[in-house]
Each structure stands twice: as structure tokens, then as C-alpha cells.
């Protein structure tokens, strides 16, 4: 049994600390802002330009000049702020918001993320993910531990396109987590998914990893 | 002096557009984007335009309907996902396409709007970004130069503006319009609501008057939302 969607998002919001400044991304990520512990305050950041965003609007209160980075509508706070991509992607690559939490296609054991492009096929370009992993201070990507084929998508090396090199502090997969520590350390298992072996894992992983339950 | 109020989008745009000119253009997705403007670009049939703009419209609406129309040789971005039509231009080779990462694409019109030529980043550091690029050693990280960019012409949408060209914008319809506005040879604000000069309150004007050349009241906005996303409102406590 591997881990379900929420379960995933859930194990990602371990990550958040009391006072942070947090950027999600699309998909499971955004999962994430409903399991933010009761009393802990966090502030969401979108890209497009805002600082403390809101749920969804109920049904006919929806704002067109109010969305996230994904496009939906969403709404503001009390203790929200608007402003330029420029000044949003200053506080990105100037080291203010503390963690970026994203999708993923392959991740190396280097640390390397690729999440933006399958050459020949796939046109829709990187976004605002190469300046948040260049610029958050903690990196956790969330994704499947297997392509849809079962092909292994934590390897050696990054076949794709990287979105950046050394960039991903820890990995959250159905099956498990792993420290990666932006490829300075070894690669290390830190925790399997409810009724996931280390034998399935190891079978379903190309990068070399250490064990650390 | 010749004032800065135009009538409508047509007028605002007479006798600046040229062929395989270059034009930013606001907003990120739908949100904030010049719609009027957009229109009446693609009325005057002006063609091989370079459009930098972080979106490309969808189907239909925003800029797509000037992909519709063929008049976008190349597109500086940093996300087109949302637009069939793009992918299939684009993979059949009808249409160029620069792929800039959001934040360098904000920095690289702020630094054209302010003087700047280059900058150094590390954003795409050791990716495809960063090919042919130079690259320089700061304080023991690596980071790549980025060019500062310009256009002919930059079209944005803002809120609320006066006659002198100040804008307010709204909420997230704010996104890249401040600094493409500092960054078109001409720039050409639509607004929501003209205001008469002395209302707008000094200490908030997001835009300086000084960037705008040419400001209208647009005759209507659709605002098309991409994504409706809501929540279902709360169950009324039972008695």
C-alpha cells in the first residue's frame, strides 16, 4: 500500500514551522495548505503576486484579478499584500521565503530536479520553478515514485531537461522519503510508506541510496 | 502639449505599430491583460510581431486570438501551457519561441525599464536556460548574465489612471504591468476607470505617469477567469 495524495501532501506539511513564508506548486503541493497544524501560522506566497493567500471564494464571489500561480480564483486575507513579479521573484531569489514545496518528473541523487519539459513533446515551459529552486532555502519535491510505464523516476542522473542542478533537500514519493541535502551528502531512506518494503523500494529505484528508518 | 487621452484602443494605437516590431504585453494568464488593446492590434492586421508577455492567451481569448490570426512570429515567455494552438504552431516550426524563467523574465524588463543592460542570476544555473550565456563566479556561487529587455511598444492594463498617466492596479492583475510599462519605447495603459487628476491618492500611484504615453478608458472588459475554482459554503448549524 503506498501512500494516497493526501497522505503525501500530509507528509509535506511536516515540513512547515511555525512562521514561515511558503510557496506550493501545482498539484499535490497545493494539497498541502490543508494540513497546515491547527495554531501554526504560515504564510502562502503566490508567484504572480501575493503574500497570504486565502481558501477558494464561495460559488459567485469569484474575482477575476484575484488568483494564484495555478490560475484558479482564490481570495485574499487580512493580512494580505499585493505586488510586481518583479518584487515577487526578488523575495523568491533573494532567500526570503523559507520553503518551496513542488512537483517533480525526475529527480537525481545529486540532487538535480527535472520538472519542466519532455523534449519533442511536451511545450508548456518552466514558470516561476527554476528561480524558487534557485532561490528557496528548502526544496521538497512531491511526486510518484514511478512513471506511469513503472520506469524509475529517482535515478542516477536526470535524463530530461533539469529545471536545476543540486537544488532538492528532500524527496516525498508514495513510497517513501528521502534526504537528498542538494547532493552533499548521500542519498538516504528516511521513511517507508505504510506497507511498503525496503525490497520494493530498492527494486523500483535506480539511484543508490542509503538506509536511515 | 498634446494630451495623453485617447478615445478608444484604435486611437491609442494610430501610427505606432510597424511590422516585426516588438511588443510586451501584461497580465499573467487572463489576469490583468490589456484585452482592448489586444482586439484592436489584431484589427490593424500588423504582422511578425516578437510578443513578450509571461502567457500566451488561451484559445480564443488574451493573445491567442493574435496567434489565431498569425500575426506572432516569436514569443518570449515563461509558460504557454495553456494553448493548443501554441503547441502546434510551435512543434510544426510556424512559430518561434523563447522560453525565459518567470522571475529572469520580470527582472529582465525591470532592468530594460531602469538602464540596466545585464544582470547576474542564478536562476537556471546549469541548465538549458544558461547555455551560451557567460557565466561568473560571486562570493563562491555561480550565476549566469541575463540581458535587460526592451520593445517598441508595451501595452498595459491597470485599474484605475488619470489623464497624467497615473495607474493603480488591482489585486493580482498587477503581475508584470509595472515594468513593462517602464520598459516600451511607447507605452499605452488601458484602464478600467479614468479618474479626473487630484483623485487618485498620491502615495499609492503604482505607476508614475512619467511611464505612460498614451491612456484610455476601455470601452468594456470581459475579464475571463481560466480556472473557476470555489468551495462550498458551509452547512448551516442544524437547529
Redesign the interface.
Known sequence: MAWTRDEMAARAASELRDGFYVNLGIGIPTLVANYIPAGMHVTLQ?????LGMG?????G??????????????T?LDSSS?????D???M??GGRIALSILGGMQVSEKG?LANW?VP?KV?????????LV??VKRVVVVMDHVEKSGAPKLLKACTL??????VVDLLITDLGVFEINRGKSPLKLTALASGVTLDEIKAKTEAEFEVGL | MAGKTQKDAAEALAGVLFDGMTIMAGGFGLCGIPENLIAAIRETGVKNLTVVSNNCGIDGFGLGVLLESGQIKKMISSYVGENKLFEKLYLSGELELEFNPQGTLAERIRAGGAGIPAFFTKTGVGTLVAEGKETREFDGELYVMERGLTADLAIVKAHTGDAEGNLVYRKTARNFNPMMATAGKVTIAEIEHLVPIGSLDKDNIHTPGIYVDRIFQGASFEKRIERVTTRPREEKASA
Open positions: 503566490s508567484e504572480n503576486g501575493m481558501p477558494f471564494p464561495y460559488e464571489e469569484e474575482d477575476a484579478d484575484l488568483i494564484n500561480a495555478g490560475k484558479q480564483t482564490i485574499e499585493y505586488f510586481s513579479s518583479a515577487s521573484f526578488a523568491i531569489r538535480d519539459m519533442g511545450v508548456k515551459g518552466m514558470g516561476g520553478a527554476m528561480d534557485a532561490g531537461p533539469l529545471t536545476g542542478a543540486g
